[in-house]
Protein backbone atom coordinates (compact mmCIF):
# COMPACT_ATOMS: atom_id res chain seq x y z
CA UNK A 1 0.00 0.00 0.00
CA UNK A 2 1.78 3.28 -1.12
CA UNK A 3 1.74 6.44 1.31
CA UNK A 4 0.26 9.09 -1.41
CA UNK A 5 -0.35 12.60 0.04
CA UNK A 6 -3.47 14.13 0.28
CA UNK A 7 -5.07 16.42 -2.71
CA UNK A 8 -4.81 20.01 -1.81
CA UNK A 9 -7.83 20.35 0.51
CA UNK A 10 -8.07 17.00 1.51
CA UNK A 11 -7.62 15.59 5.03
CA UNK A 12 -5.57 12.54 5.66
CA UNK A 13 -8.83 10.66 6.33
CA UNK A 14 -10.77 12.19 3.16
CA UNK A 15 -7.97 10.74 0.85
CA UNK A 16 -8.10 7.53 2.90
CA UNK A 17 -11.86 7.40 2.37
CA UNK A 18 -11.37 8.04 -1.84
CA UNK A 19 -8.55 5.44 -1.20
CA UNK A 20 -11.11 2.93 0.08
CA UNK A 21 -14.07 3.95 -2.23
CA UNK A 22 -11.82 3.31 -5.35
CA UNK A 23 -10.48 -0.47 -3.72
CA UNK A 24 -14.36 -1.08 -3.11
CA UNK A 25 -15.26 -0.44 -6.56
CA UNK A 26 -12.67 -2.47 -7.71
CA UNK A 27 -13.74 -5.29 -5.51
CA UNK A 28 -16.83 -5.20 -6.69
CA UNK A 29 -16.30 -5.40 -10.58
CA UNK A 30 -14.25 -8.40 -9.64
CA UNK A 31 -17.09 -10.05 -8.41
CA UNK A 32 -19.40 -9.28 -10.61
CA UNK A 33 -16.88 -10.65 -13.39
CA UNK A 34 -17.04 -13.70 -10.56
CA UNK A 35 -20.33 -13.85 -10.36
CA UNK A 36 -20.23 -14.43 -14.21
CA UNK A 37 -17.91 -17.07 -14.53
CA UNK A 38 -20.44 -18.60 -12.05
CA UNK A 39 -23.17 -18.78 -14.09
CA UNK A 40 -21.70 -19.82 -16.93
CA UNK A 41 -20.07 -22.44 -15.31
CA UNK A 42 -23.21 -23.72 -13.97
CA UNK A 43 -25.18 -23.79 -17.11
CA UNK A 44 -22.28 -26.09 -18.62
CA UNK A 45 -22.66 -28.08 -15.94
CA UNK A 46 -26.57 -28.18 -16.08
CA UNK A 47 -26.16 -28.58 -19.72
CA UNK A 48 -23.53 -31.63 -19.16
CA UNK A 49 -25.56 -33.50 -16.80
CA UNK A 50 -28.86 -33.62 -19.25
CA UNK A 51 -26.54 -34.45 -22.21
CA UNK A 52 -25.53 -37.60 -19.61
CA UNK A 53 -28.83 -38.75 -18.66
CA UNK A 54 -29.79 -38.86 -22.31
CA UNK A 55 -27.08 -40.79 -23.10
CA UNK A 56 -27.51 -43.13 -19.88
CA UNK A 57 -31.42 -42.87 -21.26
CA UNK A 58 -30.36 -44.38 -24.78
CA UNK A 59 -28.21 -46.85 -23.45
CA UNK A 60 -30.82 -48.28 -21.44
CA UNK A 61 -33.14 -48.52 -24.39
CA UNK A 62 -30.36 -50.16 -26.74
CA UNK A 63 -30.31 -52.67 -23.76
CA UNK A 64 -33.83 -53.71 -23.89
Known amino acids: MSKKRPRAGQSPEQARIAEL ?27 MGKGVAFLEALSRKNKE
Not at 22 to 47: M, S, T, Y
Request: charged share 50%.
Open 21 to 47: EKQIGKLRGDAARKDEVIADRDAALEV
